[in-house]
Structures are given as structure tokens and as C-alpha cells.
């Protein structure tokens, strides 16, 4: 087995009152695509908040190839090499899809010739290559996700964290990007992916994390998870697993 | 802006203005307009490629000021130095105005309300330190000499404020080239988003202030070596704030010639207000707020951007499109 990439210990945050995150200790395996998810509210942006820098423990302790790295801010992860997509896409509005991606290039190519060719490159890899003139506040929602995967991408990110790159594309949109998320793996960036498109979850990963009420109440392999009583109870309801039983 | 050769075109231009005008009244309305641009194109920095609108610049300005005076008249230094360590000084107080401000994580319009406190705090430490000569100012000695850095002829007044205005237009234009800028950008447009791209914030914006005092401080010592002359009301008053903030939006903030185009438009409105309706005191800022009125309203993008703005606008009116004109 692969070392762990990625390992939680018992980390748990609150906001105020709100226990967001519970004690949850999990670990991502080197060069594997992982899955976390849980119904609305869970606390799966919050774990990755938590992984990515923008938010601090309020307990436990994050490791990431193979050092501490709890609390450290943000920029910092990112050059060490953890990417993450935003839920809610963060465009740079006012610039080119080609000055977008061009943010995340500089990180590793200092100078300009070296980021744009960079930036090209990624651009071709997620699909964006025609587009890479246009700005970035004309694109599709599907263009929006492409481009929110390729500025992550471009700063050549080892653990790439993707919040729902799926949500809100049609199937055939869904269709066409799930080879380039399994092209990414492939070439040896390990995924953890928050999905609902459970189609993608089954296809895609390797191993699954189900986050219910900020706390891990199962992981294992996908059809395992997606068969296990604890898991639709989580989704559905108290009951329904035995509701879902009984019906023929 | 890819190339290099309009910037080339228009410090050329600016360059024979002297050779063709003569009248000491239009060379001292360009040296003046100039002046205003070069704060400008400080403020542009930070606030045009950071977004982090500052409404206190006369900090700068003030005490760039300040420093190239003092030193000259308290403590004896030649003008040529006084002024470098002028321009040095404004980056010195970029440096602790951003560290506060920018590490405490003031953002928008906390960080413009703390800008314009700094400048007004002073302002009245200014008006009654013995050092800065207190309420009646600060005179620097008559010495019309190439080595104490003062002119007869105001041409070469005007060519000393032009190679700033140049020195401020080729930093703008390599910034606009850079990992630097590039990271300044994304800041403006969204700093979080930068962030996750690896992009240290707090040290852009720190690094933006530094470039953006030490410019608009060279104004300031500019002004002292035309003016020979400098007190509180001068150095840190609202004035130059005001007008180091609203000629690049005005001329397009965020855009290499948006101060310069800024400043040259307000001043000569200004003077053309001045000679139809006589002398008429506080003017020149009713002409200030009916171009910002008229900028804000029609030309989002500044003058210098008004061809991008009404291109979109032709576009997404043909188009039908929705997506709204973002900023300037
Ligand atoms: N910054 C915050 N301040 C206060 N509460 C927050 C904050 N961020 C998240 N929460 C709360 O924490 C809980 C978990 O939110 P989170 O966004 O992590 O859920 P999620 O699993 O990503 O849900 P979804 O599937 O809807 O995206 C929610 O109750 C949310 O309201
Ligand atoms: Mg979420």
C-alpha cells in the first residue's frame, strides 16, 4: 500500500456554536483518486477548507507529505503543492482565460514567456485552448468549472481537492470531463474529490469518505459505501434504509 | 499594453513641447498637470492594478516633501541627494502604512478611512512639530543651480518632471510584464482566489504600497524644488489625496497612461473654467467632481479605456449579451 499523502487526525472545527467539523481522522493514498461525500451541510467544504489553509483547525493535526502542516496559511500549501477548486467558482472576472490560469503558472515559471507557455498547456489539457482570449466573465458554466480546474492545475498541484466540478453540467458535459480528471491521476497528481454526481463517484474513485453532520460515518470502496444502510440513513433519512429493504 | 513603442511615442512627444511652446504660463500648466500625474501614477499602482484604494496619498506625497526640504534646510544636504532620500522615504512610509493596515487585514473602504486618518494625523503633527517650521512652513533657499537641483528656465523644470513621469511610466509598463503584477491583478480581482494559487497576499499588496509611496513621494519632492516651499496644508492635506485618487480614475485606473491622461484632462478643464469665469476660488473641484460624474456615468473604464467600454458596449448591444461591464 502507498503511503498516505494526506492524513487527518482528529480535526474538528466550530464555528461560534456550530461544530462544522467533527474528529475526523482520514488519509488519501498517494496517486489515488478519493471521494468525499455527504449530504448538503456536512461539512465537505469545510474539511477542505481546513486541508487547503483558509480556515485553522480548531482541533486536531493535518499532515501532508509526510509533515505537519496544520495551520499554516493558505499561500504557503499552495506552493507545497495542495491545489483546490472552489464550490462556488472564483473567476479572476476582469482578465482573460489566459491571464486567469497565468496567476497559477507564475507560481512554478517566473518569467512571462515560461507561464504563458504553461498556462497554454493546461489550457489544451481541461479543454480551453479555443478560449483563451476570451475574458474570463464570458464564459459558460461549463467554461467557469474548466477554468477553476485549470488555474489549480497550473501551479502544478501534487494533492489536487476538487469541490464539485460536476454540479450544475449536463451529462454530456459530465461525460466529457471525466477522462480529463482520470488523465490528471494518471499523471500522478492524487484527486480528492467532493461529488454529489454519484455516477462520477462510482466511475472515478477509488475509495470514498462519507461525511454526515461534520463527522466520518463510513468509507470504503464505492459500491461498498453507496450499499451501506448507515450511509442512506444519512442521506435519506432515520428508517429509509429499511424503508428502500422492504419495497420489491 | 504588449509593446513598448506608444510609451516611447508619448514621452517623445511630451519631450518637444518645450521646444515648440515658449510662454512660461502653458510650460508651467504642463509642469503642474505633470506633477499631479506623477502622484497619480503612484496611486495607480496600488489602487489601478491593486485595487486597494487608498484615499490618503498625500502621506506620500508629504513626506517626500518634507524630506527633501528639511534635510536641505535643517541639516545642509545637497538637493540631489535630499531628493533621492525623498522618494525613499515614501517608500519607507509605503512600508509601515501597508504592514499595518494590510497585515491587520483591512480591506476596501477600512483601508481608505485608515489611509486618509494616517494622512490627517499627519497633517497636525506636521502643523506643530518644530522640525517641519510648524505652522508657517518650511522655505527652501533661492539657488538657481544645476547642482541644488533648481532651474531658471522652466523647460528644464519641465524635462526633470517628464523623466520622472517616463522613470513612473516604463515601472508601470515592466510591472504590468511581471509575476508581480500578474499576482497584483488577481489580488484586486479576487484576493482569495489568488491565494489559493500560492499568491502572498499581504506581501503584494505590501510590495505594491512601496512602489506606489515611493512614486507619489517623488512628487512631493518634486514640488518642493519648483515651489521652494512646503508647509502641513501642502504636504498631507486632502488636496493631493484627492487628486492623486481621482486623475487615474478619471484617465483610467489600472491602464499605463490612465494618470497621465487624467491629469492633463482635469487640469486643462480647469484652466479653461478658470479663464471663462474669472478666478473664481474652489473651481478647479467642481470641475474635478462634474468629469468624475460624467466618467463614473459614461466611461467606466476611464478616458483611456473609452474605446474598450463603447466596443463593449456596440458588442453585448448587438449580441444581446448580459454579462455586465466589470471595472476600469
Ligand atoms: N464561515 C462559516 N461561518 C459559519 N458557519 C459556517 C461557515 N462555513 C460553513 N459553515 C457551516 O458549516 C456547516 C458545513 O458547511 P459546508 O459548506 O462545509 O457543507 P458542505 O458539506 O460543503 O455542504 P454542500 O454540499 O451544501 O456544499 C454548515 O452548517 C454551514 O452553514
Ligand atoms: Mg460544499
Excluded at chain 1, 50 to 57: A, D, Q, R, T, W
Excluded at chain 2, 41 to 54: H, M, T
Excluded at chain 2, 121 to 138: E, F, K, M, N, Q
Amino acid at each position: 500500500m502507498a503511503k498516505p499523502l494526506l492524513d487527518l487526525r482528529g480535526v474538528a472545527r466550530r464555528f461560534g456554536g456550530l461544530i462544522a467539523v467533527s474528529g475526523v481522522s482520514m488519509s488519501v493514498r498517494e496517486g489515488s483518486i478519493t471521494a468525499l461525500i455527504g449530504p448538503n451541510g456536512a461539512g465537505k467544504t469545510t474539511m477542505f477548507s481546513l486541508i487547503s489553509g483558509f480556515l485553522k483547525p480548531s482541533e486536531g493535526q493535518i499532515y501532508y507529505d509526510g509533515r505537519e502542516v496544520t495551520g499554516e496559511p493558505a499561500y504557503k500549501l499552495a506552493r507545497r503543492g495542495i491545489g483546490r477548486t472552489f464550490q462556488i467558482v472564483q473567476p479572476f472576472a476582469g482578465l482573460t482565460v489566459r491571464e486567469n490560469i497565468c496567476v497559477g503558472s507564475y507560481l512554478r515559471c517566473r518569467q512571462r514567456a515560461a507561464a504563458n507557455a504553461a498556462a497554454e498547456k493546461v489550457a489544451r489539457e481541461v479543454g480551453l485552448e479555443t478560449l483563451l482570449d476570451a475574458p474570463a466573465d464570458t464564459l459558460t458554466v461549463a467554461g467557469r468549472k474548466r477554468l477553476e480546474l485549470a488555474k489549480a492545475l497550473a501551479t502544478e498541484p501534487k494533492l489536487l481537492l476538487l469541490d464539485e466540478v460536476l454540479a450544475g453540467l449536463n451529462p454530456s458535459e459530465i461525460r466529457d470531463i471525466i477522462p480529463v480528471i482520470r488523465g490528471l491521476r494518471d499523471r500522478g497528481i492524487t484527486i480528492l474529490m467532493i461529488e454529489h454526481v454519484m455516477q462520477a463517484v462510482m466511475s472515478l474513485a477509488e475509495h470514498v469518505f462519507v461525511l454526515a453532520e461534520g463527522r466520518l460515518i463510513a468509507e470504503g470502496a464505492p459500491a461498498e459505501v453507496a450499499g451501506s444502510p448507515i450511509v442512506i440513513e444519512a442521506y435519506l433519512g432515520h428508517g429509509a434504509a429499511k424503508r428502500l429493504a422492504r419495497t420489491p | 499594453m504588449k509593446s513598448f513603442t506608444p510609451i516611447a511615442i508619448v514621452i517623445a512627444g511630451l519631450a518637444a513641447v518645450p521646444l515648440l511652446v515658449h510662454s512660461n504660463v502653458v510650460l508651467n500648466f504642463f509642469v503642474v498637470a505633470l506633477m499631479i500625474a506623477l502622484a497619480g501614477q503612484g496611486w495607480n499602482i496600488l489602487g489601478g492594478y491593486g485595487g486597494q484604494y487608498s484615499f490618503g496619498h498625500a502621506i506620500f506625497f508629504g513626506s517626500g516633501a518634507y524630506v527633501t526640504a528639511i534635510l536641505q534646510v535643517k541639516y545642509g544636504v545637497n538637493a540631489w541627494p535630499a531628493f533621492g532620500c525623498g522618494i525613499i522615504a515614501g517608500a519607507v512610509a509605503g512600508t509601515a502604512v501597508g504592514w499595518l493596515a494590510f497585515r491587520a487585514g483591512l480591506r476596501g473602504s477600512y483601508f481608505a478611512l485608515v489611509t486618509l486618518a494616517f494622512a490627517e494625523v499627519l497633517r497636525i503633527v506636521a502643523s506643530v512639530a518644530p522640525i517641519t517650521g510648524a505652522g508657517v512652513g518650511t522655505l527652501v533657499k533661492l539657488d538657481l543651480s544645476f547642482a541644488s537641483l533648481q532651474f531658471e528656465s522652466r523647460a528644464a523644470f519641465y524635462w526633470l518632471i517628464l523623466a520622472l513621469v517616463s522613470v513612473a511610466l516604463i515601472v508601470t509598463w515592466a510591472i504590468e510584464r511581471s509575476r508581480f503584477g500578474a499576482w497584483l491583478t488577481a489580488v484586486r480581482e479576487n484576493e482569495e482566489a489568488a491565494r489559493a494559487l500560492g499568491v502572498d497576499a499581504v506581501a503584494v499588496k505590501i510590495g505594491a504600497m512601496v512602489i506606489s509611496g515611493a512614486i507619489t513621494a517623488a512628487a512631493g519632492c518634486f514640488y518642493v524644488q519648483y515651489f521652494l516651499f512646503v508647509d502641513s496644508h501642502i504636504a498631507y492635506g486632502a488636496w493631493i489625496s484627492i487628486e492623486a485618487l481621482l486623475t487615474p480614475i478619471i484617465g483610467g485606473a489600472g491602464t499605463i497612461f490612465g494618470p497621465l491622461i487624467g491629469a492633463l484632462v482635469v487640469k486643462a478643464l480647469g484652466e479653461a473654467a478658470l479663464v471663462v469665469t474669472g478666478e473664481a476660488p474652489g473651481l478647479d473641484l467642481v470641475v474635478f467632481g462634474v468629469v468624475l460624474i460624467v466618467v463614473v456615468g459614461f466611461a467606466p473604464r476611464g478616458i483611456g479605456g473609452l474605446r474598450t467600454t463603447l466596443l463593449t458596449k456596440i458588442k453585448r448591444g448587438l449580441g444581446g449579451g448580459t454579462a455586465e461591464v466589470r471595472r476600469g
